[in-house]
């Protein structure tokens, strides 16, 4: 398979096999980073990052599992990093109830939603990405961020209640703007 032999070439340190594996990867890769950053510009960084230490650890990808997964996890520690040491925010109470939020505007589009999950406050931003987006349980992301579980869920509830509120706040201003 072209791939395996990309990541071998890799621990060969081939620079042309960097390139290609780069390619391969980079714009769903980038996807992954921006999820995580502040903004585009970090997301670039944290790709161009993530991609150095990815090229530094390939010994250490046996070939057991997808490589894509395994690459995946360095990007996402590698863009946590920048917050480890950040306090988050304290929960307020344990007793937090997800909500669901439900999309009845055809007219959403994908890249409104990832503007506004971008424009969420950091801790909001990354937990609800880690657990929404990238399917990790609270007690996964507690450790990964060295927060309790209960400030997870109080971070996603809350994430949640912004984004809800977003999206209602633009549903209502597309049926005034429809309605004129």
Request: charged share 30%; net charge negative; glycine share 4%.
């Amino acid at each position: 398979m072209v791939l395996e032999h990309l990541i071998s070439e890799c621990k060969k340190n081939n620079p042309k096999a960097q390139e290609q594996l780069y390619r391969l990867f980079a714009k769903k890769f980038f996807g992954v980073c921006l999820k995580y950053a502040a903004n585009y510009a970090d997301a670039q960084d944290n790709l161009q990052d993530g991609f150095i230490i990815i090229f530094k650890k390939i010994e250490q990808y046996s070939g057991k599992g997808s490589f894509e997964g395994w690459a995946k996890r360095i990007l996402i520690n590698n863009a946590l990093q920048k917050y480890k040491g950040v306090r988050f925010m304290e929960v307020l109470s344990d007793d937090i109830q997800d909500i669901d939020v439900e999309i009845d505007d055809e007219n959403i589009s994908l890249d409104y939603l990832m503007q506004i999950i971008q424009d969420l406050p950091d801790q909001y931003r990354i937990v609800f990405s880690l657990y929404v987006l990238d399917g990790y349980s609270h007690k996964e992301i507690s450790e990964m961020l060295s927060i309790s579980t209960g400030t997870t869920k109080s971070n996603l509830h809350r994430a949640r209640l912004i984004l809800k509120e977003k999206i209602e706040n633009k549903t209502e201003t597309n049926l005034e703007s429809s309605a004129k």
